[in-house]
C-alpha cells in the first residue's frame, strides 16, 4: 500500500476572524438564485448562496468532527485536502481500484480540479476561507472534497448528478445552502422534464446522504487507499439507482441552473 506523503500547511494565526456563515442572509441568497437561474455557468453565485445560509453547519460540523474516535488528531493534523488531491503522483500511486485512483481518472476525465474550486471560491470573495481559524480548515476541507463526494456516492457532474449530489450533501452537513440549491435545481429540472423521475432522483439522494456514514469525519488520506466499492460498503453508501434511471442525455435537463462545477 502507498504511503502518503506528510502534508502540513502552517499560516499565520489570525485574530477576529469574521465568519459571515454564522448569521442567515437570504436576501442575498434570492439575488445570487436568480443569476445563477439566468446563468447556469456562473459557479460563483454557488459560493455566495452557501456563505448566505449556511449559518452554524461549519462550527457545527467542526464540533462533531471533534466528538469522533479520530476527529481530534484530524483537526490536530489540519491536512489540506487541495494539495493531497492535486498531487497527482501521489494518486498514480495508490492500488488500482482504490478510491484515489477513481478520483483521478474522474478528474482527470473531466477536466476538473481541487484548485479550480478554490479559484471559484476566491471569485465568490470567500477569502475567510484561506485563513489559520479552524472554522475557516474545516470549510476548506468540505469545500475540497466535493468531487471526491462525486466518486464515492455515484453521482456525475452533469444538472441532476450534481442535483443530487447537493441533497446528498445538504444531508451530510445540514448546510442549508446546500438544501436551497437543492430544491431549487429539483423544481427546475422537473418542470423542464416532467417524464423524468427528478424529484424522485434528488429525494433518493437525499437519503442516501442521511444514510451514509457522516464523510466529514474520514480520515482522507487512508480512505484514497481503500478499495473504491468496499470504501463505498463501509460507508454505507448505496447505489443512486433513480439517477441512474435517467436516460444519460436527459441528465443534463434543458439548461438546468446547475453548474457542472458547483
Known amino acids: 500500500m502507498a504511503t502518503a506523503p506528510t502534508y502540513q500547511k502552517e499560516t499565520a494565526a489570525s485574530n477576529g476572524v469574521q465568519f459571515e456563515r ?3 442572509r437570504p436576501l442575498v441568497a434570492l ?3 436568480g443569476k445563477l437561474l439566468k446563468d447556469k455557468e456562473d459557479t460563483v453565485q454557488v459560493f455566495e448562496i452557501m456563505r448566505a445560509l449556511s449559518g452554524k453547519s461549519i462550527p457545527n460540523g467542526y464540533a462533531r468532527l471533534l466528538e469522533t474516535p479520530e476527529g481530534g488528531a484530524i483537526a490536530y493534523r489540519r491536512q489540506e485536502l487541495a494539495e493531497i488531491l492535486s498531487d497527482r503522483a501521489f494518486l498514480e500511486s495508490l492500488p488500482a481500484g482504490s478510491v484515489g485512483r477513481a478520483y483521478l481518472r474522474f478528474t482527470t ?3 476538473i480540479s481541487a484548485q479550480g474550486l478554490i479559484e471559484e471560491s476566491m471569485r465568490a470573495g470567500n477569502q475567510d476561507v ?6 475557516a ?3 476548506r476541507r468540505l469545500r475540497d472534497v466535493h468531487d471526491l463526494w462525486h466518486v464515492l456516492s455515484g453521482y456525475g457532474r452533469d444538472a441532476i448528478g450534481e442535483t443530487c449530489l447537493v441533497a446528498f450533501s445538504y444531508a451530510q452537513t445540514k448546510s442549508l445552502g446546500f438544501g436551497f440549491i437543492g430544491l431549487v435545481g429539483a423544481f427546475k429540472l ?3 422534464l416532467p417524464s423524468q423521475p427528478m424529484l424522485k432522483a434528488v429525494w433518493q439522494a437525499y437519503q442516501n446522504g442521511r444514510k451514509a456514514k457522516w464523510l466529514p469525519g474520514e ?6 487507499a481503500e478499495p473504491l466499492e468496499a470504501a463505498r460498503a463501509r460507508l454505507n453508501i448505496v447505489p443512486p439507482t433513480t439517477y441512474f434511471a435517467v436516460p444519460a442525455e436527459w441528465r443534463n435537463g434543458n439548461g438546468s441552473m446547475v453548474p457542472a462545477a458547483a
Open 109 to 111: 476525465s473531466e477536466n
Open 130 to 135: 484561506e485563513r489559520s481559524h479552524p472554522f
Open 137 to 139: 480548515w474545516y470549510g
Open 31 to 33: 439575488k445570487a438564485i
Open 219 to 224: 480520515d482522507y488520506i487512508a480512505l484514497l
Open 190 to 192: 422537473k418542470k423542464e
Open 22 to 24: 454564522l448569521v442567515y
